[in-house]
C-alpha cells in the first residue's frame, strides 16, 4: 500500500515537528518555575524524554528514506517561542503553562496513537515500535500532571497569598 507509506512518512514529520515545539514549550516553562521544584524536576525529564523522541522519529524517517522537514520544524519552533512568551505577563503563568502541557500530552497521545495504526498499516513493525515508546512517555507525562494539577494549584495560590500580603506591608 504506497498510499499508507506516504501517510506515514507526512505523520511522522508531523510528529517532529510537534516535538521540536514541545522542546520549545518545555525549555520556556523551565525558564518561569523556579518556585515549583516538583513541577520543574518533572519538565526537565520530560525535556530529556522529548529530545529523545525527536530522535526516534528521526530514526523512522530515516528508515524509510526520508530525511525530517527543516521547514516544518522551524515553523513549529516560532509558534511555540511566541506560546512561550505569551503568559509571562499573566501572573499565573505556571497555571497557564500547566493547562497547556496538560492539553499538549494529550495531542501527543493522540498523534502516537495514530502514527502506530498507520506505522502497523504499511508493515512497519519497528516504526510502531519506537512509536508505542513515545506513547508511553506521554502518557505518564499526562498521567503525572493529572496527579500533581491540585498540588500546583494549591501552591499556586498559597504563594499568590503569600505575594498579596507582602505587597500591603
Ligand atoms: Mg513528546
Ligand atoms: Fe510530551
Not at 77 to 105: N, R
Not at 120 to 148: D, H, T, V
Request: aromatic share 6%; proline share 2%.
Amino acid at each position: 500500500m504506497p498510499e499508507s507509506r506516504e501517510w506515514l512518512i507526512q505523520w511522522l514529520r508531523d510528529a517532529h515537528a510537534m516535538e521540536e515545539q514541545a522542546e520549545t514549550m518545555l525549555s520556556g516553562q523551565l525558564s518561569r518555575i523556579e518556585s515549583y521544584p516538583e513541577l520543574g524536576e518533572r519538565i526537565r525529564s520530560h525535556l530529556e524524554e522529548t529530545k529523545e523522541q525527536a530522535m526516534r522519529l528521526k530514526t523512522c524517517l530515516d528508515a524509510l528514506g526520508e530525511g525530517s522537514s527543516m521547514l516544518k520544524d522551524a515553523l513549529g519552533k516560532l509558534t511555540a517561542t511566541a506560546q512561550s512568551l505569551s503568559g509571562v505577563f499573566a501572573g499565573d503563568e505556571v497555571m497557564k503553562g500547566s493547562l497547556a502541557s496538560y492539553t499538549f500530552e494529550h495531542m501527543e497521545i493522540a498523534s502516537y496513537s495514530i502514527l502506530i495504526a498507520a506505522a502497523n498499516a504499511a508493515g512497519e513493525a519497528e516504526i510502531a515500535r519506537l512509536c508505542e515508546q513515545n506513547l508511553r512517555e506521554e502518557e505518564a507525562m499526562a498521567e503525572w500532571l493529572k496527579n500533581n494539577l491540585p498540588q500546583v494549584t494549591m501552591q499556586f495560590l498559597t504563594r499568590a497569598d503569600v505575594d498579596s500580603d507582602s505587597a500591603k506591608r
